[in-house]
C-alpha cells in the first residue's frame, strides 16, 4: 500500500494481500462491524467475529475489559502476542477500526487494516462463507495494565487540552456539532440531553477521509483536509471524538498511521460522556 505515499503504508493491505494469505498461519482475520448480524450472513473465509459491545467492553461498567480478559479473548480466537491480526468490516472500518485501536490499548501491535473493508470485498464480487472457523488455542502473555495514557483521552484529560487551547478534533456530523442533532434515531443508546462540541474543537467529519469505495483518500489529500484545512501539525498534542469513540478511532488511525502523527489520542468518552455530564463547557454553531 505504499502508492498513496502513507507515512507507514504497512498498516494497510489491499483485498488482493488478504485473498492470497487466507491460508496463512501468521495472520488472523478480524471482522468488527456495527451491524452484528453481517458476519452470520457471510464473512471472508478464516475471519473471526470480534463485537467491541460484548467482546471488548466490560459488561457492568462504561469500560474496557481487563489484560487478562484481553488474553483470554485472543486466544479463543487463535491468537497469540506475534500474530498480526488484520481488520476489515462495514460503514469504511468504522468499527474495524475501533477494534484495532482496542488491540492497541493492550498492546498488540502488529495490527492493520483491510483497505476498503467489507463493502469493497463485497463489491469485488469476492468470496464469502457462513463456515465459522475453529482455530488451535493461541499463547497470549497480558500486560500488566492497559496502555491508557498512550492513545487514550479520559474527560478530565480532554477539558485540560481544551482550556489550554490544544488541538482538537470533532468528527461527527456538521449538525452534532452545532448543536443542532443531539439524538439519533438509529442510536438509541447515544442520546444527549445537551447539543454541541467542546470549546475550541474543530469539525473534520471522518467520511472525509475515505473515498466512495471506502478506501482511504491518499496521503495528500489527507494532508490538505487535516492540516491546510482544519490547521493541524504533525508535532502537536491531538484529541478526537465523536458520539462514543468509534468514528474517531477511524480519524486516529488515520493522523497515526497514514500521516505519522506520533500523539494523537482517542476521547472515547464523546459526546455521550461530554453532552450528558452536569457542568460541562459546549459551543454551539
Wanted: contains cysteine; aromatic residues 10%.
Amino acid at each position: 500500500m505504499s502508492d498513496k505515499n502513507y507515512a507507514h503504508p504497512d498498516a494497510l493491505v489491499s483485498t488482493e494481500w488478504v485473498a492470497a494469505h487466507l491460508a496463512d498461519p501468521r495472520v488472523r482475520l478480524v471482522e468488527s462491524n456495527e451491524d452484528i448480524l453481517l458476519y452470520d450472513t457471510g464473512h471472508i473465509q478464516g475471519a473471526v467475529h470480534i463485537d467491541w459491545r460484548s467482546d471488548l467492553q466490560d459488561q457492568t461498567i462504561r469500560d474496557y475489559i481487563t489484560p487478562v480478559q484481553f488474553a483470554t479473548l485472543c486466544e479463543r480466537h487463535g491468537i497469540s502476542n506475534d500474530t498480526t491480526v488484520i481488520f476489515y468490516g462495514d460503514k469504511s472500518n468504522w468499527w474495524a477500526c475501533y477494534a484495532l485501536w482496542c488491540f492497541r490499548l493492550f498492546g498488540h501491535d502488529k495490527v492493520k487494516i483491510m483497505d476498503g473493508g467489507r463493502d469493497k470485498w463485497v463489491a469485488e464480487g469476492r468470496h464469502l462463507t457462513k463456515a465459522v472457523p475453529h482455530f488451535n488455542k493461541g499463547r497470549y502473555t497480558a500486560l500488566a495494565e492497559r496502555k491508557d495514557d498512550e492513545i487514550r483521552a479520559l474527560y478530565d484529560q480532554t477539558l485540560a487540552h481544551s482550556r489550554d487551547g490544544r488541538a482538537l478534533i470533532d468528527v461527527r456530523s456538521p449538525g452534532e456539532f452545532r448543536g443542532e442533532i443531539t439524538h439519533m434515531p438509529e442510536y438509541p443508546q447515544e442520546g444527549v440531553l445537551r447539543g454541541g462540541h467542546i470549546p475550541g474543537a474543530a469539525s473534520v467529519p471522518w467520511k472525509m477521509a475515505v473515498n466512495d469505495d471506502s478506501t482511504f483518500k491518499s496521503e495528500t489529500e489527507l494532508r490538505r483536509i487535516y492540516e491546510t484545512e482544519a490547521g493541524l501539525h504533525a508535532g502537536e498534542d491531538v484529541i478526537a471524538y465523536c458520539r462514543i469513540g468509534e468514528r474517531s478511532s477511524h480519524t486516529w488511525f488515520v493522523l497515526t498511521y497514514l500521516l505519522g502523527y506520533k500523539n494523537v489520542r482517542n476521547y472515547d468518552g464523546s459526546w455521550t460522556e461530554w453532552g450528558n455530564r452536569v457542568g460541562a463547557p459546549i459551543e454551539r454553531g
